[in-house]
């Protein structure tokens, strides 16, 4: 889910698993048994029912049509589409994890922000800050000393 709270139980969302394997069949364009194969490699694991009956979502059936292109038309085995599968999965989850981090460090910076001007905004008034006048420059040559010269 999208990490929003339903109101209404009874709504419809891309999770939801709404379809028998007939119909997920007929929708993804695939035979029932590619279905089950799909399922017990692990490529697509739809909900299931308290009787153990497959249940697929929108999402499921997606990723069926993925499974279908990716074989049929890219020529990629079972194998690799699992995998393939299983790094988008892990891209997904590091997306979300960066935008998360990404959210905490505006909110850092905000904060830091925010402490900056609180700091200045307690500073005194009434003191002057202080500029150093530019001196004038000598330059000073260093010898060393010989063997035999007095020191000075």
Avoid: C, F
Wanted: proline letters at 5%.
């Amino acid at each position: 889910m999208d990490g929003r709270r339903r109101t209404n139980p009874y709504e419809l969302t891309d999770e939801s698993p709404v379809y028998v394997i007939s119909v997920a069949a007929q929708l993804s364009g695939l035979h029932p048994q590619t279905l089950r194969q799909y399922d017990r490699l692990g490529l697509v694991s739809p909900d299931r029912t308290a009787g153990r009956g497959r249940r697929y979502s929108a999402r499921d059936i997606e990723l069926l049509r993925t499974v279908q292109q990716l074989s049929q038309d890219e020529g990629i085995n079972l194998a690799g589409i699992k995998r393939i599968i299983e790094l988008e999965h892990q891209v997904a989850a590091l997306q979300a994890r960066v935008a998360e981090l990404s959210a905490a460090v505006d909110g850092a910076a905000a904060a830091l922000q925010q402490r900056e001007a609180q700091v200045h905004a307690s500073y005194r008034r009434d003191l002057v800050p202080y500029q150093d006048v530019q001196q004038a420059s000598a330059l000073v040559v260093w010898r060393p000393r010989r063997p035999g010269e007095p020191q000075g």
